[in-house]
């Protein structure tokens, strides 16, 4: 499987934080990254970020990202430094540092930016984590979590279901969801 892509991970903060007047809540952020990737998966077959995402009690969590941001790895390595120059943590406040690189990114990788942001900026972090308990990827693990607060690796696999709501960001044609299913795979296995 392609392996996670640090340099999208803390650009996409940025470009979160920069969205919101220079500072994002960690928590929001999170919620952020997962839709994103979650759309992007579907439309494109692949994610943003190749993060791994983790049910946790408030939702949806791309572990990478967020042990980077909290300092969980070595905080010598080239990629917590890339990390470092771009963002900095605040208590639960990511603040943007310098400006974004956008040359990241692919052009598919902002428009789903964008269009998780117009969708869902507007929620708090709080709405968020509750939002992403409908999905079927944290719905899985709901019972688990209840009763143990542990957090548990999400399958990729549920990323191609649906969840209709009254953005319809999440419902798409089964066809459509198995091409891009199908070709994620492909690509993943290569």
Do not use: C
């Not at 220079?22 to 993060?51: Q, S």
């Not at 509750?130 to 607060?149: D, L, M, T, V």
């Amino acid at each position: 499987m392609k392996g996670y892509n640090h340099k999208k991970a803390a650009q996409l903060i940025n470009y979160f934080a920069t969205y919101n007047q220079g500072a994002i809540n960690k928590m929001k952020a999170f919620k952020l990254i997962w839709l994103v990737n979650r759309l992007h998966l579907r439309k494109y077959a692949r994610t943003v970020t190749g993060d791994t995402h983790y049910a946790m009690e408030w939702g949806a969590v791309p572990s990478n990202t967020k042990n980077f941001i909290e300092g969980k790895v070595d905080i010598q390595s080239s990629e917590k430094q890339y990390f470092d120059q771009y963002l900095s943590l605040e208590g639960h406040m990511i603040m943007s540092v310098q400006e974004v690189n956008a040359k990241v990114f692919s052009e598919t990788d902002l428009e789903v930016a964008d269009e998780i942001l117009r969708s869902y900026n507007g929620l708090d972090q709080f709405e968020l984590a509750n939002y992403s308990h409908y999905f079927p990827e944290w719905k899985r693990f709901q019972e688990k979590i209840e009763k143990s607060g542990s957090s548990y690796k999400m399958d990729i696999n549920d990323f191609f279901e649906n969840y209709i709501d009254e953005k319809g960001l999440f419902n798409d044609e089964k066809e459509d969801l198995e091409i891009a299913k199908e070709l994620f795979f492909e690509t993943a296995n290569a």
